[in-house]
T-cell receptor, first 116, second 114 residues
């Protein structure tokens, strides 16, 4: 079974600054995906970024980038130029690839507040 | 946008009553999932479906059943609701995007069992 750990229940950042959210995971699988989801106060779950485990290159999506350290089983999210709209819960999630259910295993989340 | 809707969006019910939540998708995706979200737990898988009439249990399936008679609809039933089932319920579908699988979520249903 996989486990995902987010060790920072809450964080805050000043508008326009950079913040990094931490995530570690434990698995015996070799092929998998890692994701970051954003959940704003509207409650909608929004996919922010995806990383394939076989890729060494870190994924980026505009102001969002990840630091994927496969050997250390670490997957952090960096948000640059933080905006008020980035205020949300952020969830790290693991998906085994190949055959199977492709279910997501989530961490408990980090509540990010962007301060004007 | 995976074209996922959930109904109802909010429901208050009494302990012991049956409740059915509906997930509807318009994109003909094969895999569908039900998760529940509780404070301090993130999202946890209840049941999933890999085709019409094909379903399997997830991590927290006790007290829940599911059905999928059509590709577009995935129903979650609480046979006899309990206060521990007060939660926010999310439906999701699996998509193949740029050669890789991702899950996209519906807007959620807030269920309160009194």
């Amino acid at each position: 079974a996989q486990t995902v750990t987010q060790s920072q229940p809450e964080m805050s950042v000043q508008e326009a600054e950079t913040v990094t959210l931490s995530c570690t995971y434990d698995t015996s699988e070799s092929n998998y995906y890692l994701f970051w989801y954003k959940q704003p106060p509207s409650r909608q779950m929004i996919l922010v970024i995806r990383q394939e485990a076989y890729k060494q290159q870190n994924a980026t999506e505009n102001r969002f980038s990840v630091n994927f350290q496969k050997a250390a089983k670490s997957f952090s999210l960096k948000i640059s130029d933080s905006q008020l709209g980035d205020t949300a819960m952020y969830f790290c999630a693991f998906m085994k690839s190949g055959a199977g259910s492709y279910q997501l295993t989530f961490g408990k989340g980090t509540k990010l507040s962007v301060i004007p | 946008d995976a074209g996922i809707t959930q109904s109802p969006r909010h429901k208050v019910t009494e302990t012991g009553t049956p409740v059915t939540l509906r997930c509807h998708q318009t994109e003909n995706h094969r895999y569908m999932y039900w998760y529940r979200q509780d404070p301090g737990h993130g999202l946890r898988l209840i049941h999933y479906s890999y085709g019409v009439k094909d379903t399997d249990k997830g991590e927290v399936s006790d007290g829940y059943s599911v059905s999928r008679s059509k590709t577009e609809d995935f129903l979650l039933t609480l046979e006899s609701a309990t206060s521990s089932q007060t939660s926010v319920y999310f439906c999701a579908t699996r998509l193949l995007t740029s050669g890789h699988y991702e899950q996209y979520f519906g807007p959620g249903t807030r269920l309160t069992v009194t």
